[in-house]
């Protein structure tokens, strides 16, 4: 079971912080969040294995940080510089031994999704 927590409105350029609980005895060897805007594809944003190797879609990378706490039951989206292109329903996925480097957007949208938060970025 995957609950997720925050999101909401911001203007262009602010911050908004997701969190998502896991729970279960499900495949977590890839954790992670996709998004899909309106009229737009899902598309993977941010993935963690349990090494902690991170994988970015190249639109958020050095503005939005994956993370995980110690025991991998809580995982975390940090979105800093937000634009009105990231606004989206947001859902954090668990599932998966590992996130492939070229797969890893493929192997959360196959896998369990928490139930989605709205985020809305104003210009």
């Known amino acids: 079971q995957l609950v997720q927590s925050g999101g909401g409105s911001v203007q262009a350029g602010g911050s908004l912080k997701l969190s998502c609980a896991v729970s279960?005895?499900?495949?977590?060897?890839?954790m992670g969040w996709f998004r899909q805007g309106p009229n737009r594809e899902r598309e993977g944003v941010a993935a963690?294995?349990?090494?902690?190797?991170?994988r970015y879609a190249s639109s958020v990378k050095g503005r939005f940080t994956v993370s995980q706490d110690n025991i991998r039951n809580t995982l975390y989206l940090e979105m800093n510089s937000l634009k009105p292109e990231d606004t989206a329903m947001y859902y954090c996925?668990?599932?998966?031994?590992?996130?492939?480097?070229?797969?890893?957007?493929?192997?959360?949208?196959?896998?369990?999704w928490g139930q989605g938060t709205q985020v809305i970025v104003s210009s």
């Open positions: 996925a668990a599932g998966g031994s590992y996130c492939p480097a070229d797969q890893w957007s493929r192997v959360l949208i196959a896998a369990y």
């Open positions: 963690i294995d349990s090494n902690g190797v991170t």
């Open positions: 279960g005895d499900g495949d977590r060897g890839c």
